[in-house]
């Protein structure tokens, strides 16, 4: 079963930068499944979501705790880099854009 995500180590970096903070890992990564059982030989798809946060990196580590039995770790790590965009016009057209029926 997965618990919830364990840190080793959580600080957003600016590249060249110290430190700006940390982050807990459970406000950065989602692990779906949470908790469940497996028979012997089944198997199940789990699902880690990350939720960026601009010029950061961390890592953490999801444990999962067999019962009865030895705990796996799952090293998660990612980073995301922030994103710019200059327009060089005055006026963009996107031509005909089709919303949702209100």
Sequence with gaps: MFDDVVS???EAFLP???PLKLAAPEQVF?????RGYL??????????SYFA?????IAA???CEVEGGPSYDV???AD???IRYSLDATTVNFGSVVGPDI
């Design 16 to 18: 060249g930068a110290a």
């Design 30 to 34: 989602d692990v779906l499944p949470i």
């Design 61 to 63: 580590t999801a444990v």
């Design 39 to 48: 028979q012997p030989g089944e198997e199940e798809i789990v699902e880690v």
């Design 80 to 82: 995301a880099a922030g």
């Design 75 to 77: 090293e998660l790590s």
């Design 53 to 57: 946060q601009a010029n950061s990196r």
């Design 8 to 10: 080793d180590f959580s």
